[in-house]
């Protein structure tokens, strides 16, 4: 167990150091980095002097070590197109982000989770096909389409939900919370369906079929034989076996609803981490998308991370075989 | 092989007999055909030509479609934009020009992905080791944010005026190198089985080289998944596209893709005219539905595990 963490932990290090890398590299020679900090006026030696001072005439090796610790310290120069610190900037649309991604996730788990039990316990019930059909249809949509609909039904329409932004938000700390306002949570309702529905449909069609499966297996057969309750087998023996795909799917898809939050906080004008990236994408604002660029693969580290450490704590086959393989090793 | 024999013998395959069982990959198909005619003859089929600013008309700014409002008029059947421009002819140069960067990426990644991969398959080594990381690293991202990426610091090496000129170029590339990796994955699988075999051996035994092995021997046996995952991609292709343009990276205004015009739609959304926004985001589903049941169906009409 513990070597298996290590061997993990190493990868992602290295993984993070190759994305360091890339967004070292934009961010040293996609456009000028002292370009931001100098006027009109300032002379060619001046110019010189300040690249001296930063440290833009050391070798790139030298550099690149400065990047990362400077990264690490949580330093990302200045926004070319803001002039101020982007992890500032940063910080303050994290929250945002964050919030809608744990609420849009929580949605396609709540919803999608029973969901994929109910059409695979009942697979030929009219219900069942419905469901199949309307997913199959919520794959195919592209994420914007689908806000832009709600937006039309919801806000044009019946004009019950507001259309952008995020209501009246709590300080907490550095921390800008909507969940405790009402029209923080009614502004949450839109954006996270938007960009929780393909997730939704992600995991129902996952469970359903791993629901079959299970359903046909000798052990399942036995449980009834015991006379065990229908819930009982359900849930305690069905459920439980399909959730090994299911998790690693729904972490994997927590990288993704991050990155898909680009398109649902553009099309709601959230003021998010995936709207500034937008913008500074529009702007060639470098130091802005190399910050974002190493931000999410971060994010998709540590989720991996904890996927691989779920599975331990859900199945137990995988920890009796690391034991073995531990055994063996030593 | 005569025609006739060919025809004949296509006519007996369990392909055609996969395809025309299945009424829902018959529709599909047939929807596809439809919207690449309708696409690719617009400058026939068109009823106007939006995008030549001399025929446009203020007068005729936002009419809404046929059988929705007094002024609607059947010169425009699916109504006007604030230009008064004809949203049945936008849409229909808007899904050609879709379908020509869907198409030119999904041909852009594959070629790169099958480059990569024979060499990263027989060169082996460090080679291998790299390209393979590379691969490994660039999947830790969704495409859509390497696409992203690319155009920026494509604006970030360009000035402003000439990233619009050549925006088609610009997605098609970025597009394409967020694409690679499973095809490049796909075909360093199949060459290592490959590469061990006795008419791989054969052909280095007579003197052939590795380019010549490669490209004429390797490469023909590894292409009926390349094939399969291209079609998958064509649907992934055409909606990354037009999410990139929504999100007004894309292709610019003056040359809009579906994506642009949905875009273009969205911002006047909240004065209620709806019609600019849905019939330009309907075709676009639609096309993706289509392409994706086509895909969906060739992978396993192909697979024959599953026969």
New interface residues.
């Given amino acids: 167990m513990t070597a298996f963490v290590l061997r993990r932990l190493a990868q992602s290090i290295a993984?993070l150091l190759?994305?360091g890398l890339v967004a070292f590299l934009?961010f040293r020679y996609?456009?000028d980095p002292i370009s931001g900090m100098v006027g009109q006026d300032t002379s060619l030696q001046e110019r010189e002097e300040l690249r001296q001072r930063l440290g833009l005439n050391d070798p790139a090796p030298l550099q690149f070590a400065r990047f990362v610790g400077n990264a690490a310290q949580g330093w990302f120069g200045l926004s070319y197109r803001t002039s101020e610190p982007v992890s500032r900037m940063i910080l303050e649309r994290m929250p945002a982000t964050l919030e809608l991604a744990l609420v849009a996730a929580l949605f396609a788990v709540l919803v999608g989770v029973p969901m994929g039990v109910w059409t695979g316990l009942y697979p030929r019930h009219w219900s069942s096909r419905l469901l199949q059909a309307v997913s199959?249809?919520g794959?195919?949509?592209?994420?914007?389409?689908i806000g832009?609909?709600l937006?039309?039904v919801f806000?044009?329409i019946l004009g019950v939900l507001p259309?952008f932004g995020r209501g009246d938000t709590v300080q907490l700390g550095w921390w800008t919370s909507g969940f405790f306002t009402l029209s923080g949570l009614k502004a949450l309702i839109l954006p996270s369906i938007t960009l929780g529905l393909f997730q939704l449909t992600l995991i129902m069609r996952l469970v359903r079929s791993e629901m079959l499966e299970v359903m046909r297996t000798d052990y399942i057969k036995f449980a009834r034989a015991r006379g065990l309750t229908n819930r009982a087998i359900n849930f305690g023996h069905a459920l439980k076996n399909t959730l090994v795909p299911v998790i690693t799917i729904t972490g994997l898809q927590l990288?993704?609803i991050i990155?898909?939050s680009?398109?649902t906080e553009?099309?709601f004008s959230w003021p998010g981490m995936g709207q500034l990236?937008?913008q500074?994408?529009?702007?060639?604002d470098?130091p802005v998308?190399a910050a974002y660029?190493l931000l999410?693969?971060l994010f998709?580290?540590l989720i991996n991370l904890v996927v691989d450490l779920l599975y331990y704590a859900v199945d137990p086959r995988l920890r009796s075989g690391a034991a073995t393989a531990g055994a063996r090793g030593h | 092989m005569s025609l006739a024999e060919f025809a004949r013998r296509a006519a007996d395959s369990d392909i055609w007999y996969s395809f025309r069982s299945s009424p829902v990959v018959v529709w599909a198909t047939g929807v596809t055909l439809f919207i690449l005619l309708a696409a690719f003859l617009s400058p026939v089929l068109a009823p106007h030509t939006p995008f030549d600013p001399a025929t446009l008309n203020l007068m005729d700014a936002l009419k809404p479609p046929v059988f929705f409002g007094d002024d609607a008029d059947w010169t425009f059947p699916l109504g006007t934009d604030e230009q008064g421009r004809d949203v049945l002819s936008s849409i229909m140069y808007g899904t050609r020009l879709s379908l020509v960067v869907g198409f030119a990426a999904t041909a852009f990644a594959m070629v790169l992905g099958i480059a990569l991969g024979l060499v990263s398959g027989y060169v082996g080594g460090a080679v291998d080791a790299f390209i393979m990381r590379l691969a490994d690293v660039q999947l830790t991202f969704p495409a859509l944010l390497v696409a992203l990426l690319i155009d920026g610091v494509v604006r970030g090496l360009i000035s402003v005026q000439r990233h619009d000129e050549i925006a088609i170029y610009v997605i098609v590339g970025a597009i394409g190198l967020s694409f690679w990796v499973q095809y490049a994955r796909t075909v360093r699988g199949s060459v290592l089985v490959e590469k061990n075999k006795e008419y791989v051996q054969a052909a280095r035994v007579i003197g052939l080289s590795p380019v010549l092995i490669m490209v004429r021997h390797v490469l023909p046996n590894v292409m009926g998944p390349v094939l399969v995952i291209a079609t998958i991609n064509l649907g992934l292709a055409i909606l990354t596209e037009a999410t990139l343009s929504f999100l007004g990276v894309g292709l610019p205004s003056t040359e809009p893709s579906l994506g642009t015009l949905i875009r273009l739609g969205n911002d006047v959304l909240l004065s209620g005219t709806w019609w600019i926004v849905i019939f330009p985001g309907i075709t676009l589903a639609v096309l993706v539905l289509a392409v994706n049941l086509l895909g969906d169906w060739l992978r396993d009409a192909l697979n024959p595990k599953l026969r």
């Fill in positions: 993984v190759a994305v934009l996609v456009g199959l249809i794959v195919s949509l592209p994420t914007f389409l832009i609909l937006i039309l806000a044009v259309s990288g993704a990155a898909f680009i398109v553009t099309v990236f937008v500074s994408v529009q702007f060639a470098i998308m660029l999410v693969a998709f580290v």
